[in-house]
């Protein structure tokens, strides 16, 4: 595998690992609060559908994300009501809502569309209605091989190691891949530096401790619950509107599950779920160039072995052979105030 | 002190949490603008007004039934077993193996072989997740989603690998041989010049599922394993101190359990497909769990629930068929059922908890105001 293809695939990586870590994040801040989410990828379903939905019709790309994270907290405040205020298994809620979400978006895409469950490509609803990819400055993008009259693919190939690292791998995103990498610090500063990330993470291990101090266990649950949703929104949205032009039937296909798999993998931190998220998306990204996984490692691999394997290192990471994974200790358990 | 009598919990809440479920439901086919009284109309014709439609809705009940017991003993033992479709799924690798590989003379050989196969595929899926939670700790939730994805990647290798016979294009095995026949409502029921049943799926591995709901409640009520499993469930601790192995129990719950759903391929693969297709299990491990919260994990109350849902299944696949509705509505009313009957069954037991207080507050209240002037 030459240093380009090498590069290919990175960038491939990237726009993959994104989704994964918007939805890492989001059952982040959940599961430190002490709620279970498994339905990560409902929410991230219903967003996909809402933003190209919303997208399409107003042809506003922003505006549909918007509706995308408005359908996301909608299901939140769903799973918050079961697992909160009705104190449900949470575990069940989160299936429900997974279900919920794969049958609402295909019943409604079908009602306003009727286009057997997808919304129209979003690429004729004008330039406005996805998100674009955005070319870094000094970058080599379609402009530069417009002005140079030559395909992009010969003048990357021409360009020095550190600019081809640049035009390939670090521009030419879109603005949600920026804002996804950026949510990795913020995650980080906002759990382990502020008054608010203290409390909700003593919410997930002892809510009992948090309740005697008078702070309201279930307006930190609650607040943890919509946090998710909003970046589970964002995640939804940026599969549709970025990474695709549209949305189809059944779009998330298991990246909640793998997201849920990523946080696991990096035992609820933020920096680690960057790296976990990454290694998912560059197995992903692996998994669509076979060719090149073949003459990399000399044997035949087949693509299900590498479809199956963020998988298989959660089960492996869970059965706790490298090293040991511990959720929050008050996690899937409604908080009952008089015992 | 139980707040609420039996027949309230058992009966009076899961109704009304369907019922609300239903509503709901209703509202949403009013919303995408369909008729919901016409919708049922569609699906009770469909699914109940022929012997044809009730073919289909006992097929897709029996699957129903097998994945439902499923998770419902796994519940028993407090464990949640969202792996039902992949140990489906290897059930079916189990029966497609031993369908292919045995010459079997006549199906009432090749049915109980097939049976241990698929029990033992699927039991053997259930028990990698069991032992990493009896041994290791990890959440059988997460393990089982898991497995479910690793069984789906692994049929698909297997299917296009291995088992795909040379030449063929779709990946699927081979038409399982004549001897591997089971004999369909249509051989059985149709006495005379008219045929019933004709062309349903329904085949005689509905009694079969019959059966195992009566041996699940055997075991459950009438064991003492199922006892075992029952205190497990109710109390580790206690369990702990009556000598109750959590291991064992585990194990044992997970391994019936995984067991269970695999003997769903024998009426999927063996009875209706005759050969292994990728998509035989066709979501039918997830309906198990809306089956099994909706009949409270009691047997009678799987079997009638997954009549419901067989209903459901083929009443919306005539509505699918005849209207602008299209087949998710079932996955909607699907995630509705678990909703209201699992995760939200607090808010219709908490006002209903008040209700009965308040009656049980007033009668003796009502018995003393009576007693007085006797005084």
Same mark, same amino acid.
């Given at each position: 595998?030459?240093?380009?293809?090498?590069?290919?695939?990175?960038?491939?990586?990237?726009?993959?690992?994104?989704?994964?870590?918007?939805?890492?994040?989001?059952?982040?801040?959940?599961?430190?609060?002490?709620?279970?989410?498994?339905?990560?990828?409902?929410?991230?379903?219903?967003?996909?559908?809402?933003?190209?939905?919303?997208?399409?019709?107003?042809?506003?790309? %922003?505006?549909?994300?918007?509706?995308?994270?408005?359908?996301?907290?909608?299901?939140?405040?769903?799973?918050?009501?079961?697992?909160?205020? &009705?104190?449900?298994?949470?575990?069940?809620?989160?299936?429900?809502?997974?279900?919920?979400?794969?049958?609402?978006?295909?019943?409604?895409?079908?009602? %306003?569309?009727?286009?057997?469950?997808?919304?129209?490509?979003?690429?004729?609803?004008?330039?406005?209605?996805? &998100?674009?990819?955005?070319?870094?400055?000094?970058?080599?993008?379609?402009?530069?091989?417009?002005?140079?009259?030559?395909?992009?693919?010969?003048?990357?190939?021409?360009?020095?190691?550190?600019?081809?690292?640049?035009?390939?791998?670090?521009?030419?995103?879109?603005?949600?891949?920026?804002?996804?990498?950026?949510?990795?610090?913020?995650? %980080?500063?906002?759990? &382990?530096?502020?008054?608010?990330?203290?409390?909700?993470?003593?919410?997930?291990?002892?809510?009992?401790?948090?309740?005697?101090?008078?702070?309201?266990?279930?307006?930190?649950?609650?607040?943890?619950?919509?946090?998710?949703?909003?970046?589970?929104?964002?995640?939804?949205?940026?599969?549709?509107?970025?990474?695709?032009?549209?949305?189809?039937?059944?779009?998330?296909?298991?990246?909640?599950?793998?997201?849920?798999?990523?946080?696991?993998?990096?035992?609820?931190?933020?920096?680690?779920?960057?790296?976990?998220?990454?290694?998912?998306?560059?197995?992903?990204?692996?998994?669509?160039?076979?060719?090149?996984?073949?003459?990399?490692?000399?044997?035949?691999?087949?693509?299900?072995?590498?479809?199956?394997?963020?998988?298989?290192?959660?089960?492996?990471?869970?059965?706790?052979?490298?090293?040991?994974?511990?959720?929050?200790?008050?996690?899937?358990?409604?908080?009952?105030?008089?015992? | 002190?139980?707040?609420?009598?039996?027949?309230?919990?058992?009966? !009076?809440?899961?109704?009304?949490?369907?019922?609300?479920?239903?509503?709901?439901?209703?509202?949403?086919?009013?919303?995408?603008?369909?008729?919901?009284?016409?919708?049922?109309?569609?699906?009770?014709?469909?699914?109940?007004?022929?012997?044809?439609?009730?073919?289909?809705?006992?097929?897709?009940?029996?699957?129903?039934?097998?994945?439902?017991?499923?998770?419902?003993?796994?519940?028993?033992?407090?464990?949640?077993?969202?792996?039902?479709?992949?140990?489906?799924?290897?059930?079916?690798?189990?029966?497609?193996?031993?369908?292919?590989?045995?010459?079997?003379?006549?199906?009432?050989?090749?049915?109980?072989?097939?049976?241990?196969?698929?029990?033992?595929?699927?039991?053997?899926?259930?028990?990698?997740?069991?032992?990493?939670?009896?041994?290791?700790?990890?959440?059988?939730?997460?393990?089982?989603?898991?497995?479910?994805?690793?069984?789906?990647?692994?049929?698909?290798?297997?299917?296009?690998?291995?088992?795909?016979?040379?030449?063929?294009?779709?990946?699927?095995?081979?038409?399982?041989?004549?001897?591997?026949?089971?004999?369909?409502?249509?051989?059985?029921?149709?006495?005379?010049?008219?045929?019933?049943?004709?062309?349903?799926?329904?085949?005689?591995?509905?009694?079969?599922?019959?059966?195992?709901?009566?041996?699940?409640?055997? !075991?459950?009520?009438?064991?003492?394993?199922?006892?075992?499993?029952?205190?497990?469930?109710?109390?580790?601790?206690?369990?702990?101190?009556?000598?109750?192995?959590?291991?064992?129990?585990?194990?044992?719950?997970?391994?019936?359990?995984?067991?269970?759903?695999?003997?769903?391929?024998?009426?999927?693969?063996?009875?209706?497909?005759?050969?292994?297709?990728?998509?035989?299990?066709?979501?039918?491990?997830?309906?198990?769990?809306?089956?099994?919260?909706?009949?409270?994990?009691?047997?009678?109350?799987?079997?009638?629930?997954?009549?419901?849902?067989?209903? !459901?299944?083929?009443?919306?696949?005539?509505?699918?068929?005849?209207?602008?509705?299209?087949?998710?509505?079932?996955?909607?009313?699907?995630?509705?059922?678990?909703?209201?009957?699992?995760?939200?069954?607090?808010?219709?037991?908490?006002?209903?908890?008040?209700?009965?207080?308040?009656?049980?507050?007033?009668?003796?209240?009502?018995?003393?105001?009576?007693?007085?002037?006797?005084?």
């Amino acid at each position: 595998m030459d240093f380009l293809t090498f590069l290919q695939i990175s960038d491939t990586a990237v726009r993959f690992a994104i989704p994964l870590l918007f939805a890492c994040l989001a059952g982040l801040f959940s599961e430190r609060a002490g709620i279970f989410d498994i339905g990560l990828e409902g929410k991230m379903l219903a967003a996909a559908f809402f933003s190209a939905a919303i997208a399409a019709l107003t042809g506003n790309v %922003w505006i549909g994300l918007l509706a995308g994270i408005g359908a996301s907290i909608a299901l939140s405040i769903i799973h918050g009501l079961a697992s909160i205020t &009705f104190r449900g298994n949470q575990l069940i809620s989160g299936v429900a809502i997974n279900f919920l979400a794969a049958g609402l978006t295909v019943l409604i895409a079908q009602d %306003w569309f009727s286009q057997g469950g997808r919304t129209p490509s979003l690429s004729d609803f004008g330039p406005n209605a996805r &998100f674009t990819k955005i070319e870094l400055p000094f970058a080599i993008g379609p402009t530069e091989a417009e002005a140079a009259g030559q395909p992009l693919s010969i003048l990357i190939k021409e360009a020095t190691w550190f600019q081809q690292i640049y035009s390939e791998l670090i521009s030419g995103h879109s603005i949600l891949v920026y804002v996804g990498f950026l949510m990795v610090p913020l995650t %980080w500063y906002v759990l &382990f530096r502020t008054r608010f990330g203290l409390r909700l993470r003593a919410v997930g291990e002892n809510p009992a401790a948090v309740d005697t101090a008078g702070v309201s266990v279930v307006g930190l649950r609650y607040a943890a619950v919509a946090i998710c949703g909003i970046l589970c929104g964002m995640a939804g949205a940026y599969l549709a509107t970025g990474l695709q032009a549209g949305f189809v039937k059944d779009m998330s296909s298991g990246r909640g599950f793998i997201a849920l798999a990523a946080l696991i993998f990096a035992k609820w931190r933020p920096w680690y779920a960057l790296w976990a998220c990454l290694l998912f998306g560059f197995l992903q990204a692996m998994a669509l160039r076979p060719d090149a996984v073949e003459r990399l490692v000399q044997i035949d691999i087949p693509g299900q072995l590498l479809d199956a394997l963020p998988y298989i290192l959660t089960v492996v990471i869970l059965a706790g052979f490298v090293g040991k994974a511990i959720p929050p200790r008050a996690g899937g358990e409604p908080y009952v105030k008089e015992r | 002190m139980d707040v609420i009598p039996k027949w309230a919990d058992a009966l !009076l809440i899961p109704l009304i949490s369907i019922l609300i479920a239903f509503a709901i439901s209703a509202g949403v086919i009013v919303a995408i603008g369909e008729d919901p009284v016409a919708a049922l109309n569609t699906m009770v014709t469909g699914a109940l007004g022929s012997s044809y439609g009730w073919g289909y809705t006992l097929y897709y009940a029996t699957n129903f039934i097998f994945t439902g017991l499923a998770v419902a003993v796994a519940f028993h033992a407090r464990m949640f077993n969202i792996g039902g479709e992949g140990q489906a799924m290897l059930g079916g690798v189990g029966v497609a193996l031993v369908c292919l590989f045995i010459p079997f003379p006549h199906w009432i050989l090749a049915l109980p072989v097939a049976l241990i196969g698929g029990a033992l595929f699927g039991a053997a899926w259930a028990a990698i997740p069991a032992y990493l939670q009896a041994k290791r700790g990890s959440h059988i939730v997460i393990t089982t989603i898991m497995f479910n994805f690793i069984a789906g990647s692994l049929l698909v290798f297997l299917l296009v690998e291995v088992l795909k016979p040379a030449g063929a294009m779709d990946p699927a095995t081979a038409k399982f041989p004549e001897g591997t026949h089971l004999p369909t409502f249509q051989d059985m029921f149709s006495f005379g010049e008219k045929p019933a049943f004709r062309g349903a799926p329904a085949n005689v591995t509905f009694f079969i599922a019959l059966l195992s709901c009566f041996a699940v409640w055997l !075991l459950i009520w009438r064991t003492r394993l199922g006892y075992a499993i029952r205190a497990y469930g109710h109390s580790e601790p206690a369990a702990l101190y009556a000598g109750i192995s959590p291991t064992k129990i585990i194990m044992i719950a997970m391994l019936i359990s995984g067991g269970l759903s695999g003997m769903m391929a024998i009426n999927a693969v063996m009875g209706e497909a005759e050969r292994l297709v990728l998509n035989s299990v066709e979501g039918a491990g997830f309906i198990g769990i809306a089956v099994a919260l909706m009949g409270r994990s009691h047997p009678l109350g799987v079997l009638l629930a997954a009549l419901l849902f067989g209903f !459901l299944y083929q009443g919306g696949a005539e509505l699918s068929l005849w209207t602008n509705v299209p087949r998710e509505l079932i996955v909607v009313i699907q995630a509705l059922v678990i909703l209201f009957t699992g995760a939200l069954d607090n808010m219709v037991r908490m006002p209903l908890e008040k209700l009965f207080l308040l009656f049980r507050r007033k009668a003796p209240e009502a018995a003393t105001t009576v007693a007085k002037p006797a005084e």
